[in-house]
């Protein structure tokens, strides 16, 4: 920063790291660096934006019907209209993997309320923006903490309530969950479980919460997404006879529970061994969360649930 008045830069290059992978936007496939929005576009500058993550194992998507359900629903709820119709969003995604060449992706659908040529405040004046795009696989807990279980924090920070932001549309308002994860990592957490405005267990940043207890499980009912992978361990325990209920669940609940975990496109199930860094009951992954996680794994081999993505090789 030399010049006061500098010329515009000709051919500006960004600096910043980025993953291997495929995105697609304004109807091209680019490298995934390439992907912009404009500082412009509401869904930055307001948060005004709405996604869906789905993820691919050994080369094939799982629920993507249910992601997209989802995804449809949450672009409905914000009026917002997509450019781009179901059927070429699910074309789009598989090219974004197909493209990638990645086995194992993470992928993400965005509709964000985009621009207005004037500026202006009013919503329903902005053009909205779909953009899609494939990287590498990730999750929330990592290779360690998969085998022996997390030790999560149950923070004071309060979940925005959901007659504040419908938990309804997966959404980018991130802030109390970011808070939440640095109370965690300041009390020596590896992640953070927030409280709804009752005091009741909500969910965590980027999944859901269950626990065991005499043999049931049990997940919040209120103020948190409807997560896939929640109702993928719904249908798995009915499909293993198990009761599932969906209830108020107060941290004294979770605290005196056989079993704890959560649950997340990225990840899948994922043990918890530890609340505030006290043992969950014996402090070893339990059994019920082990053949949860085993079925779980299972179905991303059954027709019912996967979408084989077509590779070029
Ligand atoms: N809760 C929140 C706030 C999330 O962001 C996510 C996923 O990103 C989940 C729960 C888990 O949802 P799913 O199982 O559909 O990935």
Redesign the pocket.
């Known amino acids: 920063m030399t010049d006061a008045f500098p010329d515009l830069a000709p051919h500006y290059r960004d600096p910043h790291p980025y993953p291997h992978g495929v995105a697609w936007q304004d109807g091209q496939y680019i490298p995934v660096s390439e992907a912009k929005i404009s500082v412009l576009d509401y869904g930055f500058l307001h948060s005004d934006a709405t996604y869906?993550?789905v993820h691919v194992w050994d080369g094939a998507f799982f629920r993507l019907d249910?992601?997209m359900e989802?995804f449809l629903g949450s672009v409905d709820r914000l009026r917002m209209t997509l450019p781009v119709s179901p059927d070429d969003i699910r074309t789009i995604l598989h090219g974004c993997v197909a493209l990638s060449g990645h086995r194992k992706a993470y992928v993400e659908m965005i509709c964000t309320r985009g621009t207005a040529s004037n500026f202006s405040r009013d919503p329903r004046d902005a053009t909205n923006r779909f953009l899609a795009f494939a990287v590498p696989y990730g999750s929330v807990a990592n290779d360690a903490q998969m085998q022996r279980g997390l030790d999560i924090t149950i923070t004071d920070t309060t979940?925005i309530p959901p007659g504040s932001v419908d938990?309804r549309i997966?959404?980018y308002h991130?802030l109390d969950?970011i808070a939440g994860l640095f109370h965690a990592y300041d009390r020596g957490g590896e992640t953070a479980l927030l409280l709804d405005a009752n005091g009741n267990i909500a969910?965590?940043?980027?999944?859901?919460v269950f626990c065991v207890r005499n043999g049931t499980l049990l997940t919040p009912a209120e103020g948190?997404?409807?997560?896939?992978?929640?109702?993928?361990v719904m249908d798995i325990g009915a499909e293993q006879g198990r009761t599932v209920q969906a209830m108020a669940l107060s941290p004294d609940i979770l605290r005196s529970a056989e079993e704890v975990f959560i649950?997340?496109?990225?990840g899948g199930i994922m043990p918890v061994t530890r609340l505030d860094g006290n043992p969950v009951a014996d402090g070893q992954v339990g059994p019920v969360t082990d053949s949860i996680r085993t079925t779980y794994w299972a179905w991303h081999k059954d027709a019912r649930f996967i979408d084989p993505v077509a590779y070029r090789e």
Do not use: M, Q, Y
Not at 203 to 208: R, S, V, Y
Not at 224 to 232: F, K
């Open positions: 869906d993550t249910a992601h989802r979940r938990p997966k959404n991130w969950l969910e965590g940043p980027g999944f859901n948190v997404l409807p997560g896939i992978t929640r109702r993928t649950t997340s496109t990225a």
